[in-house]
T-cell receptor
């Protein structure tokens, strides 16, 4: 199947700083990528849908000014957590839709963010 | 809106036992249904799917049948192995095929030798 990578796999930062997470589709072009957040022992919560060349679509309750999403190319989407606080600590997962595989979503391995 | 209710875990079974993980859903129209598996330290992988009523998805010995009358998509395997230990997520997407996924809470499965 198609491969999606995320970088970094884990990051620790101080409160008030910003953190950027990258999501790349390695062997296909993805016009649509998704960003999820996973709390311990809970399911994946969709944060936003990232569309190449246009603004992201955020789910209700997700602050667009805090979670900045940029999808500048067909293989890269970035999520920037601005002015991070301890409550932003979580596991962030991206997925990319492959138009050549019946629009199946392929998931990255996730990024563990810890804000001190 | 769409929702998925999944059997809570954790589930612990002995090797070669029969597995059932229950999943029911609420959705309008005719959603597609999925089971994803997340092995330790890895991303989610699609395990199987079904796109219409009475379809049976199968892969790696796992099966699930799309039951519209009971709005269910229970995951089954006749004889589990230690390597099946993982977290399993039931999910659905809207009938257009391009809609976002809605996930259940996940079920952690541990198989002991």
């Amino acid at each position: 199947g198609a491969v999606v990578s995320q970088h970094p796999s884990w990051v620790i930062c101080k409160s008030g700083t910003s953190v950027k997470i990258e999501c790349r589709s390695l062997d296909f072009q993805a016009t649509t990528m998704f960003w999820y957040r996973q709390f311990p022992k809970q399911s994946l919560m969709l944060m936003a849908t990232s569309n190449e060349g246009s603004k992201a679509t955020y789910e209700q309750g997700v602050e667009k000014d805090k979670f900045l999403i940029n999808h500048a190319s067909l293989t890269l989407s970035t999520l920037t957590v601005t002015s991070a606080h301890p409550e932003d600590s979580s596991f962030y997962i991206c997925s990319a839709r492959d138009p050549n595989s019946y629009n199946e979503q392929f998931f990255g391995p996730g990024t563990r963010l810890t804000v001190l | 809106g769409n929702s998925v209710t999944q059997m809570e875990g954790p589930v612990t079974l002995s090797e070669e036992a029969f597995l059932t993980i229950n999943c029911t859903y609420t959705a309008t129209g005719y959603p597609s249904l999925f089971w994803y598996v997340q092995y330790p330290g890895e991303g989610l992988q699609l395990l199987l799917k079904a796109t219409k009523a009475d379809d049976k998805g199968s892969n790696k010995g796992f099966e699930a049948t799309y039951r519209k009358e009971t709005t269910s998509f229970h995951l089954e395997k006749g004889s589990v192995q230690v390597s099946d230990s993982a977290v399993y997520f039931c999910a659905l997407s809207g009938s257009s095929g391009n809609e976002k996924l809605t996930f259940g809470t996940g079920t952690r499965l541990t198989i002991i030798p």
